[in-house]
Each structure stands twice: as C-alpha cells, then as structure tokens.
C-alpha cells in the first residue's frame, strides 16, 4: 500500500514561516507527481502548488504565487513546502497527494495523507 505522511503543521503568526514535508511509502515510484491541496473550515478542498516527476515544472494558485515555494528530493521520496509570509487566510489542514502525473485537479491524484494543521494567528 502507498502511504503518504505529512509534517512541519503547527501554529504560527502572521507573517512568520513554516516548512511542511511529505513522505512517500509503498510500492511506488519515487518520481510519481505530487501536489499540495488544502481545505479550511466551511471551505471545498482547493489546490496550493503542484509539482511534476522530475520538480522542473511547477504550479501555484494565485493566492500563494510569490509566498509558498514547493519542491522536492526523490532520493527522500519527499515533497516540500516552504510557507513565508503567512497571512491568516492560509489557515487550514494541509494535505499531501501524489498521482501518476501534474495536475491542479484534485481528481488527478489517487494518494492522499492524512493532513496536517496550519494555523496563522492574526
């Protein structure tokens, strides 16, 4: 079974940084694509950056373009993502997902973590 595990979540203030990180487990290949998505309260479940097989093509949304940095180590099978510049609005569970190939659609991805919490204190 693919198991995908996430970490770095936590409480922070606006304007401060956190780093999440994603492993990947299983029989799976270590360059499978891999995304970050989030979901806040009262809210549908909404891409953040995605990231192809070799992290030389990336996407983000606009409400994270210039703040969040995603990348990646296959050596590690893990995905990164680098928050800075917080703002209370990215206050929600982030999840981890992988698929065979990029997509900001969440439909593309058959993997998911369990999520990890974001809080931004205003």
């Known amino acids: 079974q693919v198991q995908l595990v996430e970490s770095g979540g936590g409480v922070v203030q606006a304007g401060g940084s956190l780093r999440l990180s994603c492993v990947v487990s299983g029989r799976t290949f270590a360059g499978i694509a891999r995304a970050w998505f989030r979901q806040a309260q009262g809210k549908e479940r909404e891409v953040v950056a995605t990231?192809?097989?070799?992290?030389?093509?990336?996407y983000y949304s606009d409400s994270v373009k210039g703040r969040f940095t995603i990348s990646r180590d296959n050596t590690k099978r893990t995905v990164y993502l680098q928050m800075n510049s917080l703002k209370f609005e990215d206050t929600a569970v982030y999840y981890c997902?992988?698929?065979?190939?990029?997509?900001?659609?969440?439909?593309?991805?058959?993997?998911w973590g369990q999520g990890t919490q974001v809080t931004v204190s205003p």
């Open positions: 990231i192809n097989w070799s992290g030389g093509s990336t």
């Open positions: 997902a992988a698929g065979p190939r990029d997509s900001y659609i969440d439909s593309a991805y058959n993997y």
